[in-house]
């Protein structure tokens, strides 16, 4: 790098689209050679080929001499006529922002219906995710469904747990008393490559399972009422929904009662996107993302758990003693820092805006620490507001670094006092060889080069 591009701005975006399809090919054709090493080996490869023009097309050049034409030059869109209105009935981001994507992470599964895309963490601000780049997660792809064709049915596992069977459609939903609510919802698989190891290299794939939404909905409780639930002895529901993966999941009645879940219809202020469920999704707050079932059709009211396929052989937690733990629903608190992250580079010392995203499946954020020097010292960062219930909560911190390696993370305390776990502290109770619920303190490796690199410290 020269130092002409020193002065041209301040940090390189992580190269987020440094895979090609045909490196994607390459992967699976090489890769067997074991999940973890696999994905890893794949990003190491890209990373490695990533073309040094790419990258420095996403700076912002200052001549060094000789005046900015920037300014002394008056560009076109000052003198001339801009484009007409609804040139775009549904407007589109910039053609300028189009590195900005959501991305599935290659060689991690063999198809693209029964896989998942990863939301760019690195490049948003504030705590919503803009519904075209929220991660997805399908088990069998994803479906528009025909909401004038889609049916809600209300059951319960024998008669006398449900009073009044219903079946609604859309719109018989959308009369009913709604609500808007800020919720994160997050894979219980998140962070889950990295249980063993570092595996990736960027925050989007360590944690861009992770979206947040304004979502819209009835509480699924007055439904409930109106098809006369019997809450005594009907303790769980099972929610299903309408695509082929047959995703059923179990979801305690306390979670229903506390009027917390709800049939979503809404998501961002429009109507949920396809890829996230349209027309109906279950919003089950605070609990890990399988649960919250797109295209839902039915509500059935059980009196005990259903171990649906999803609950008993999927989504279980293997334990030290090589027992598996079932149904840990809840995500526990966990944050990560968004800038500067895996991926991006520094380029020259001095102030630098430290943010990220903190979360918990308990209640609100109460605290998030970062530290500069690998977990020694700590400073409590700044939580922008509002701070809501389980939502993403964004937290920053000013900092200016000195141009020595710096290992920096980040450490949320909720309401309830739980706190986040190092990676020793998680394994201690946890092991490494799960999948799921890896809420372990992220650290990335700031080095001389202005490199920021993805690094566990045991
Ligand atoms: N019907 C249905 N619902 C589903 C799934 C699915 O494959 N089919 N995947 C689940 C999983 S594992 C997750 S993490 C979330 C992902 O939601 P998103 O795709 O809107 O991000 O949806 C859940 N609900
Ligand atoms: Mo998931």
Redesign the pocket.
Known sequence: MTQQDHRSGRLIKAPENFIDSEGVRTVFREGKAGRRDFVRGAFAAAVAGAAAPAVLAQGNPVPAAGGDPHILELPAHTKGLGQAVATDGYGKPSQYESNVQRRPSPGLTQTAQSSVSFAPLQSLFGIVTPSGL???????GWWDVDPSKHRLMLNGSDDSLMKKPLVFTVDEIMRLPSVSRFHF?E??ANTGMEWGNVAVPTCQYTHG?L?CSEFTGVPLKILLDMAGADYKRGRFVLAE???G?S?TRTIPMELVESGEVLVAYGQNGEMLRP???YPLRLVVPGV???S????LRRIEVGDKPYATKDEAVHYIDLMPDGLHRQYSNTQEIKSVITTPSGGQVLLDKGYYQISGLAWSGRGKVKRVDVSVDGGRNWKTARLQGPVMDKCLTRFSLDWAWDGKPTLMQSRAMDETGHVQPNYKQLRAVRGSRSIYHNNAIQSWLVQESGEVKNVQLS
């Not at 919250?292 to 295209?295: A, F, G, H, R, S």
């Open positions: 929220h991660f997805e997660r399908h088990h069998q919802i894979c219980g399972m979206s929904g309408a695509d993966s995703m890829e996230n469920g890990q993302g399988v919250w079932v797109k295209y």
